[in-house]
């Protein structure tokens, strides 16, 4: 068949040409595509209704186009109704990692027996060189919890990190309670001066969602100390009276976890005393964080204990036994009358490094160990057919103890929470 014929067959049959093929091109196409996707639909549906698949696909093929494949769209289409039996139910979904997922995740959750509240891994923020570098922290519940440590070894930046203030760079914190049940109080809390003392607290309390002017507003300033000073505007507070506002501001919702950065920086000894004994008050109610360089304090409060050194936990564990640990090698005896003899005689001794008379009839004795003074003294005592009152180690204080482990330790020492 020539070209010439071919065009005249085609003229024949009156095919659209010029713009008239522009107009239709596409309905042509659509029709098309709505018969191929009706087509592709019936392969694989699984059952159609009404008519066998075979008998849909010649009405979309052979019924004049496009209705063939209109009508398989509107009838033949979807499941002939069958009783579906209950699969199994759906598994839930595991926590899809956010946008910060390179950073530390903070999990606040209401894991109320988890004897650990909080618990830390390879927690780090590098502010370039400076910071907190894969801190694992493991605080119990109920505990008041010292973390103490040299200027700029990191305690502010990691209880931020708790306090959700801060994001880490890496790591995880895990918080085993609802964040309504955290309270947070920073070293110097600001407040605008023209509130009183009673509007302060109020406003913090309506910030946690509780309803105004509860009972626990005058609870919480009488316990802060300031229930004489209520009703006076906050710009005239001194320092130490606007720490002990903050402290009041987080006892409204009755936290369960307090995390108070130098609680008692700008306390006076007095205050410092009644903020003390407030914080070992609460012990076994709620759960105390802090921070403080004041290492009495800590000892004084603080069941356990963190040691911070260049954004490094060295130590976490009961206070006591960081102590211990680090228990000097010194007794103090006491014998009944004089001590000159048994100075004279401990004097002698290659395993004593000092001895000294400390009262009439007491001796101050250091030994190069242990194990060498609890060896050596009952045979000098021995020796000189001395009578025996006391002898007693010397125990460290926490500071002895800290500066021992700033300044020698390389590596994390772990109490029992390792
Ligand atoms: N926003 C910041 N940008 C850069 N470096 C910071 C920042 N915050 C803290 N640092 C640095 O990180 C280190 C730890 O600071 P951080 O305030 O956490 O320590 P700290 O133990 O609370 O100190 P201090 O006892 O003096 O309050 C310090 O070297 C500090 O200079």
Known sequence: MSGRVLGAELGEVNLPSGPALLVLGPVLLAVLGLVIYSLVDLVRAPQVKYLPKLAWGLIIVIGSAPLGAIAYLLFGRGHAATPERPGPPAPVPAPVPGPTSALARVAVEPALRDPILIETAALTKDYGG????????????????????????????LLSILAGTRHADRGTVRIALPRTAIAVCPDVPEFD???????????????????????????????????????RPVGGFSRGMTQRLGLACALVGDPQLLILDEPTSALDPAGRADMLDLIASMRGRRTVVLSTHILADVQRVADEVGVLRAGRLLYQGPTRTLIDTHLQPRWQIRIAGDTTALRAELGRQPWVTAVQPVGPDALRVEAVSIEAGERGIPVALAAGRERLISCEPVAADLEAAFLALTTTAKEVISGVHS
Request: aromatic share 4%; hydrophobic share 45%.
């Open 130 to 157: 400076t910071g907190l570098f894969d801190v694992g922290l493991a605080i119990p519940r109920g505990c008041v919890y010292g973390l103490v440590g040299p200027n700029g070894s990191g305690k502010t930046t």
């Open 193 to 231: 001066g023209w509130l009183t003392a009673t509007e302060a607290v109020n406003l913090a309390r309506t910030m946690i969602g509780m309803p105004p002017h509860g009972d626990d507003l005058a609870a919480a300033l009488h316990t802060a100390g300031l229930a004489d000073v209520a009703d």
